[in-house]
């Protein structure tokens, strides 16, 4: 049975609690570690099951042109040359007999180590060193006890309950020789392999797919027939026999990448868990970033209902990183969901300053009208972030919340260095903003006298004149010439 995960529906789960029943996917456990496929939950700090990519495996009928081209890879067409042209160039004698059984050895091997890659997670074929070297050259004598056991089978039946018998296991034979060469592979078992209920306990778990495969076997194996035929009958034998050698090695390899396949897309069912190999994150665990931790806990918790549980993550995390900005984000859009009037009053400077930082005008006009009505006759405390709002605001349009920001600045700040530009700022939102040009060349006025020592002193000459143009409040030009 495929799963999504609880959190997110349409992403394929990759983790189960026995404990919780919760499916997880790699969003919500970007912490886990698939290659040891182990997880601890997030609710329940239990062990978790981890259930491979069987959740996101594409049905095996849906990949057909995958299958068809995984013969075409450079290690297979290696071992397929290898073992069709070798036989053809040497000698007629004791020595050749022998290389080519070698090398018919060596070629079920491979295809047998297909069908257990594929299983594992890998969609590209095993490099070439797995046909000629270490172990697993057992499997074709295995293979062979297989076939005579079988072949056995089929003869006691007819001897015990005559043709109707013999007919009914021949046929349960023939059905079942897909299953019995995946049992083959992944155990390395005769008795496995041969075992009729362990046979029909693999393909009723897989159900109506495997008769599904079993056609498309079918099919492959008419094809392979017919193909080869067509090049005995049709090309020179020089030419037609490395051919038709190369046809059925080919028609093999993607008979046998289906069968490891279907045990992949089905491993859940069949009691094992295995990954996509070539995408796995090479990532090791203690070097991924701790965050996104937190960030699948924010995600889980919101979507539970536990805010306060998400209130008290992030303040602790702004607890050890006050400025993180990511964190600031969050914490402002859960306060403000909430409508936390008492916790915005708290914490605003620093969400000022965090809205400031994105020139966030819109965001700072809310959050200074929720700070008037938890606090009549809010003022900011410090001089700077107010004249970084006011910008934002100005920017924004938000004209009537930058003067009552800005009132009084000169006496609740006479020292400040902020001076100027705040009253610029008024200036021009007077101006610009709501046409009060008298009002903007009286502040004007008031920085030029009052600020003569500050850089931007300079230019209020030229503001003035705008101002009395009724021009819009610009403040100088640029200019790049370069004096000499």
């Given at each position: 049975?495929?799963?999504?995960?609880?959190?997110?529906?349409?992403?394929?789960?990759?983790?189960?609690?026995?404990?919780?029943?919760?499916?997880?996917?790699?969003?919500?456990?970007?912490?886990?570690?698939?290659?040891?496929?182990?997880?601890?939950?997030?609710?329940?700090?239990?062990?978790?099951?981890?259930?491979?990519?069987?959740?996101?495996?594409?049905?095996?009928?849906?990949?057909?042109?995958?299958?068809?081209?995984?013969?075409?890879?450079?290690?297979?067409?290696?071992?397929?040359?290898?073992?069709?042209?070798?036989?053809?160039?040497?000698?007629?004698?004791?020595?050749?007999?022998?290389?080519?059984?070698?090398?018919?050895?060596?070629?079920?091997?491979?295809?047998?180590?297909?069908?257990?890659?594929?299983?594992?997670?890998?969609?590209?074929?095993?490099?070439?060193?797995?046909?000629?070297?270490?172990?697993?050259?057992?499997?074709?004598?295995?293979?062979?006890?297989?076939?005579?056991?079988?072949?056995?089978?089929?003869?006691?039946?007819?001897?015990?309950?005559?043709?109707?018998?013999?007919?009914?296991?021949?046929?349960?034979?023939?059905?079942a020789?897909?299953?019995?060469?995946?049992?083959?592979?992944?155990?390395?078992?005769?008795?496995?392999?041969?075992?009729?209920m362990?046979?029909?306990?693999?393909?009723?778990?897989?159900?109506?797919?495997?008769?599904?495969?079993?056609?498309?076997?079918?099919?492959?194996?008419?094809?392979?027939g017919?193909?080869?035929?067509?090049?005995?009958?049709?090309?020179?034998?020089?030419?037609?026999?490395?051919?038709?050698?190369?046809?059925?090695?080919?028609?093999?390899?993607?008979l046998?990448?289906?069968?490891?396949?279907?045990?992949?897309?089905?491993?859940?069912?069949?009691?094992?868990?295995?990954?996509?190999?070539?995408?796995?994150?090479e990532?090791?665990?203690?070097?991924?970033?701790?965050?996104?931790?937190?960030?699948?806990?924010?995600?889980?918790?919101?979507?539970?209902?536990n805010?306060?549980?998400?209130?008290?993550?992030?303040?602790?995390?702004?607890?050890?990183?006050?400025?993180?900005?990511?964190?600031?984000?969050?914490?402002?859009?859960?306060?403000?969901?909430?409508?936390?009037?008492?916790?915005?009053?708290?914490?605003?400077?620093?969400?000022?300053?965090?809205?400031?930082?994105?020139?966030?005008?819109?965001g700072?006009?809310?959050?200074?009208?929720?700070?008037?009505?938890?606090?009549?006759?809010?003022?900011?405390?410090?001089?700077?972030l107010?004249?970084?709002?006011?910008?934002?605001?100005?920017?924004?349009?938000?004209?009537?919340?930058?003067?009552?920001?800005?009132q009084?600045?000169?006496?609740?700040?006479?020292?400040s260095?902020?001076?100027?530009?705040?009253?610029i700022?008024?200036?021009?939102?007077?101006?610009?903003?709501?046409?009060?040009?008298e009002?903007?060349?009286?502040?004007?006025?008031?920085?030029?006298?009052?600020?003569?020592?500050?850089?931007?002193?300079?230019?209020?000459?030229?503001?003035?004149?705008?101002?009395e143009?009724r021009?819009?409040?610009?403040?100088?030009?640029?200019?790049?010439?370069?004096?000499e």
């Open positions: 049975m495929k799963h999504d995960c609880h959190y997110h529906p349409g992403d394929p789960a990759k983790w189960h609690c026995g404990e919780c029943q919760i499916h997880y996917c790699s969003r919500c456990m970007p912490d886990a570690d698939s290659r040891k496929r182990h997880a601890l939950c997030p609710h329940c700090s239990r062990v978790m099951r981890y259930l491979g990519a069987a959740t996101e495996a594409v049905p095996f009928w849906n990949r057909l042109g995958a299958f068809f081209r995984y013969p075409f890879h450079t290690d297979p067409l290696l071992v397929i040359a290898i073992c069709t042209l070798v036989p053809l160039v040497i000698p007629a004698n004791i020595v050749g007999i022998i290389i080519t059984l070698l090398l018919a050895v060596a070629l079920l091997k491979y295809t047998y180590a297909v069908i257990n890659h594929t299983a594992e997670g890998h969609m590209k074929p095993p490099p070439l060193a797995v046909a000629f070297t270490g172990s697993g050259f057992d499997i074709v004598i295995l293979q062979l006890l297989v076939f005579a056991l079988m072949g056995g089978l089929v003869g006691a039946a007819a001897m015990i309950g005559g043709p109707l018998l013999m007919m009914l296991v021949l046929a349960f034979v023939i059905l020789l897909p299953a019995s060469i995946m049992v083959l592979a992944m155990e390395r078992s005769v008795g496995a392999a041969v075992n009729p362990n046979l029909a306990v693999l393909i009723s778990r897989i159900g109506t797919p495997y008769f599904l495969l079993y056609g498309y076997l079918i099919l492959l194996t008419l094809a392979s017919a193909a080869q035929d067509f090049a005995v009958n049709h090309f020179p034998l020089w030419f037609s026999q490395p051919l038709a050698g190369f046809l059925n090695s080919t028609f093999t390899l993607i046998f990448h289906m069968l490891g396949y279907l045990l992949f897309q089905y491993q859940e069912e069949l009691g094992f868990a295995s990954d996509f190999q070539e995408t796995e994150d990532t090791p665990s203690h070097k991924k970033d701790r965050s996104v931790r937190l960030d699948a806990d924010i995600d889980m918790n919101l979507k539970d209902g805010y306060d549980r998400v209130h008290a993550m992030l303040k602790e995390a702004l607890t050890k990183d006050p400025h993180n900005s990511q964190r600031l984000g969050q914490f402002y859009q859960l306060l403000d969901a909430r409508n936390d009037t008492a916790e915005l009053y708290r914490s605003h400077p620093r969400l000022l300053g965090w809205l400031a930082a994105r020139n966030d005008g819109d700072i006009a809310r959050l200074l009208e929720t700070l008037e009505r938890t606090q009549p006759g809010f003022r900011l405390d410090d001089p700077e107010a004249v970084q709002c006011a910008r934002a605001l100005y920017n924004r349009g938000h004209f009537k919340p930058l003067l009552k920001l800005m009084d600045f000169h006496k609740r700040f006479p020292g260095n902020e001076l100027a530009p705040a009253y700022l008024v200036a021009q939102a007077l101006a610009n903003g709501l046409n009060q040009w009002k903007a060349t009286a502040f004007l006025n008031y920085v030029q006298k009052r600020c003569v020592n500050h850089p931007v002193h300079e230019q209020i000459a030229t503001y003035l004149k705008q101002a143009k021009e819009p409040l610009k403040g100088p030009k640029a200019s790049f010439l370069v004096e």
